[in-house]
């Protein structure tokens, strides 16, 4: 390696340093496991750069080439396993895809397994195989990051855009340490530093703006048009927008979805024990339970005073949504401790109801689903677990937890039927 092109691979990481850098000191002014994620991201991305580029090598003669060798063929398919189970967080790919929470994890799993199996070939192959096992997990996070783009996440454009540049960059990367020839050109070494370097920083920007994200979720400042001043989500017009823009974007991936409605009642009589001050406070605790079951990724907003709603673009499956839902409403009922007019604490519980609408394939018009989500949620005011969905053959009001054994018992019934 020229002092040129050592001169080229030192400042990029030198880039990816301050990056890591950056988020350390966002871990040390406040600590968060989003922060901690940030941290080994770029660390590993230093590590990589570090190993396959020959910096390491240079820096470090006294290390044996054999170890050398055998770190160069790990690194790429254990650094790229580790990212995919990173953004498998990042995406929320539980929350909204089955097929990519499973390609994702797989991929996690097998990329390093394949780059210890790729030590038991022969030498001239074992470096060929990790960059291809690489480029694989590059290509599969690449693909995922759109497709969570097109099922209307914002921010995956900047990680698919990272996850595009990383793809030189690992090709590259183990070009040099192949001692390809064709690799002797310095502008050549230019433009793959400046690859690595700027998919190390777009992808640390969308680590960041999720976090961010995930804090204003919770938090949004009250003063933001569009926005209820008390609970500090989307207000009612603000949420019928976005559900608009979710079923158009529905149309056009075709995947399922469901809107959740949260029907506080009683609210006299806890305007009249908790006072104005402590019901705000009862429902800024609803908005926020209400988004840490549902992700940062999907809507929340206040419809009106005792209503909320969760705009859940799109759903795995339908064995999901009523586990998660019925973890929601288990949250939501929990006692919730306010401040009350005397200035003492005290604990109160609600008397709600949670209502779903799945949103199958067929598009329908926002108030309807708007106006059967709450009629689901008064339904579910007289059920056991307070979670109440159309039956699928009546569309009457059936518990969310039998759901399944309705679907079972519709399979059956088809299933012997005279012909």
Known sequence: MSMQELTVWSMALGAIAALALGRLAQFVRRPSTSHLQGIGYHAAVFLLVLVLSGVGQHLAPSIEPQAWHVAQVLIGPVCVGLSDLWIRGWLYAPHRDRLMAAALHLAAVLLPAGGLAALALTDPLQLPAAAGLSLSGGVLTFWLAARAWLLGDRLAPSMAAGCLLTLPAIAGLYALAMGWPAMESL??????????????????????RRDRHERRARRQAPAVSGFDPVTQVPNGRSLVHQLVRAQRRRRRSGRDGALLAVVVFELDRLRAQAGQAGLNELFYCVANRIQRQVGAVNVVGRYYEGCFMAVLESIPSMSWLRAMTLRLTASLRRPTAVTLPSGERAELTLDLAVGVVHLARRPAAVEDILAEAQRMAHAARTMRYRAGIADRRHGQPVPIEQTQLAASRQRHAAAHAPS
Do not use: D, I, R
């Open 187 to 208: 502008p050549l070494h230019v433009a793959l530093a400046a690859c690595a370097a700027l998919s190390n920083a777009f992808t640390g920007m969308s680590l960041w």
